[in-house]
């Protein structure tokens, strides 16, 4: 079994900083890509950047240049360090793992409980 637990949201004003932070723990073999999603109120869960267990990096166009992805993979855990922050980033940021618990097991995803992030003008 994993466990997800996600840290570091609240509330920011305007062109200020978070860094958000997500520990998997349990039963875990190897992990391979780590990311983040976010949700605002009425609209579908988007994908915010993404990090592979080599360390290559994918941003979704409207962070690009303000958000920074990475791991720690001793620690089995991604951050994900949020500059210049915008009313337009308000809102729920999850992370996920892939996961194999085992080395003859396929990957699974996980999920962390979300933790809310706001932005206020």
């Known amino acids: 079994q994993v466990q997800m637990v996600e840290s570091g949201g609240g509330l920011v004003q305007a062109g200020g900083s978070l860094r958000l932070s997500c520990a998997a723990s349990g039963t875990i073999f190897s992990i391979n890509n780590m990311g983040w999603h976010r949700q605002a109120p009425g609209k579908q869960r988007e994908l915010v950047a993404t990090?592979?267990?080599?360390?290559?990096?994918n941003y979704a166009d409207s962070v690009k240049g303000r958000f920074t992805i990475s791991r720690d993979n001793a620690k089995n855990t991604v951050y994900l360090q949020m500059n210049s922050l915008k009313p337009a980033d308000t809102a729920v940021y999850y992370c996920?793992?892939?996961?194999?618990?085992?080395?003859?097991?396929?990957?699974?995803?996980?999920w962390g409980q979300g933790t809310q992030v706001t932005v206020s003008s």
């Open positions: 990090i592979n267990s080599g360390g290559k990096t």
């Open positions: 996920y793992t892939e996961v194999r618990v085992a080395y003859w097991s396929l990957m699974s995803e996980h």
